[in-house]
């Protein structure tokens, strides 16, 4: 196929601090590197810096078959989304065009429900039950998705786990509040704020237990989300230790492939079981990254997702 990639290349365009390390955004890793892998025609269209007008030219001059688009709606990174353009070449049929919502947990009502007619079809990433909210609304083309990470990228970089655990994120909501109370149980947690892309990688790689905390800062329910950072902590090959989220259960097996945790003290005792048990937390973590390779791939996730994208 040819498709035109429409996301933000990098999500440190408009750095407000010199002290913000150069990343390249999600997308580039784990969406345009697979799709050229699988042999699609693909360019990168940055929408952290381009808009319509330079989104038209290259629809003209490539005429793509999908226009595959993960579009942010936040202007202090994407000043120029091209929404015109792409809804023109919706309405003129002579494109599919498609977008990867990303944040339906707390965006639909505002974002998702709003945008998704300027697209063929969509994906939610947060719930299948969020297709029914789709189609409550008149919105028949939603497909369900979860995350992804690219094995090229992402597995076989270190064969030496030389820490015990590693978080990467930064400590909003109760985090906090969680890594001091890990503190104060004599608990070790590596944690890494503002890394670029490939030290957050790496940080995860060289550890033999990834811990992932799913609660959405961003809602005011506090809602328990699947993100992105199971797959890649399972990616890179590191045992993923992991608060519990919707949709979960359906991607990994608890006990053998990861271990999830509800509350603290949970968290606690199965932290220190595990670093005691090193072996374990192995096997586990091998179980999870062949799950991983089965099922969370990028290269499986994105084939399944465009043949679904080809039937609407």
Not at 135 to 164: E, P
Not at 214 to 225: R, T, Y
Not at 255 to 262: H, M, R
Request: with cysteine.
């Amino acid at each position: 196929m040819k498709i035109i990639l429409v996301a933000p290349k990098s999500i440190s365009a408009h750095r407000r601090s010199s002290e913000e390390p150069f990343r390249f955004d999600y997308a580039f890793w784990n969406f345009y590197m697979p799709l050229c892998s699988l042999g699609h025609d693909v360019v990168f269209f940055d929408s952290s810096i381009h808009g319509d007008k330079q989104l038209k030219e290259i629809i003209e001059r490539m005429k793509p078959d999908l226009l595959f688009c993960i579009m942010t709606g936040a202007p202090h990174f994407c000043p120029k989304e091209p929404w015109d353009t792409i809804k023109q070449e919706t309405d003129s049929g002579r494109t599919k065009t498609f977008n990867w919502f990303c944040d339906d947990a707390w965006r639909f009502d505002d974002f998702s429900s709003k945008y998704c007619w300027y697209f063929n079809c969509a994906v939610t990433t947060d719930d299948i039950l969020d297709v029914d909210k789709y189609k409550k609304i008149g919105y028949d083309n939603a497909i369900y998705a979860t995350w992804h990470a690219n094995a090229d990228v992402y597995s076989g970089l270190s064969s030496v786990k030389d820490s015990d655990v590693a978080f990467v994120g930064n400590l909003t909501g109760d985090r906090k509040e969680i890594f001091d109370l890990l503190k104060n149980r004599n608990l070790d947690v590596n944690h890494f704020s503002k890394v670029s892309f490939e030290d957050m990688v790496w940080n995860y790689s060289k550890s033999k237990i990834g811990l992932n905390l799913s609660k959405n800062s961003n809602d005011k329910d506090g809602k328990l989300i699947l993100k992105a950072r199971p797959f890649e902590i399972t990616g890179v090959g590191s045992m993923l230790l992991t608060q519990d989220a919707v949709g979960l259960s359906e991607c990994y097996k608890n006990e053998s492939e990861i271990i999830v945790f509800n509350e603290i003290d949970e968290l606690v005792s199965k932290c220190n079981f595990l670093t005691r048990n090193p072996k374990i937390a192995e096997k586990i973590a091998i179980n999870g990254h062949k799950r991983f390779l089965k099922d969370h791939e990028s290269r499986v996730r994105l084939s399944q997702l465009l043949e679904k994208i080809k039937r609407i």
